[in-house]
Nanobody
Framework: QVQLAESGGGLVQAGGSLRLSCAAS???????????MGWFRQAPGKEREFVAA????????LHANSAKGRFTISTDTAKNRIYLQMNSLKPEDTAVYFC??????????????WGQGTQVTVSS
């Protein structure tokens, strides 16, 4: 099993920035089999949506259209950590942000492990 712990959420005014972090831990060899990690979000009354992801093997990243130009995913594979730098935040970015990890390298494919989520609230 893999455990994911998010941090860094909070309340910010529109136009502000936040940096989310996620640390992965777990048993060997499963933790070494992680091929990708990413961020998803779920706003009240809406479906969970993809935000960004990074592949461990070559650091390839993928960002949702809503995130491009404002959010940047980065990784520290040695520490099994990922980050999401969010700039120019808008009220519509308000959501619970989830960290996820997957054992297959397809960034758009399924994710096998999920964190508990961290709340991001953007006030207008």
């Amino acid at each position: 099993q893999v455990q994911l712990a998010e941090s860094g959420g909070g309340l910010v005014q529109a136009g502000g920035s936040l940096r989310l972090s996620c640390a992965a831990s777990g048993r060997i060899p499963t933790i070494f089999n992680i091929a990708k990690m990413g961020w998803f979000r779920q706003a009240p009354g809406k479906e969970r949506e993809f935000v960004a992801a990074s592949r461990w093997s070559d650091s390839t990243t993928l960002h949702a259209n809503s995130a491009k130009g404002r959010f940047t995913i980065s990784t520290d594979t040695a520490k099994n950590r990922i980050y999401l730098q969010m700039n120019s935040l808008k009220p519509e970015d308000t959501a619970v942000y989830f960290c996820a990890a997957g054992l297959n390298s397809n960034l758009g494919g399924n994710y096998d492990y999920w964190g508990q989520g961290t709340q991001v609230t953007v006030s207008s």
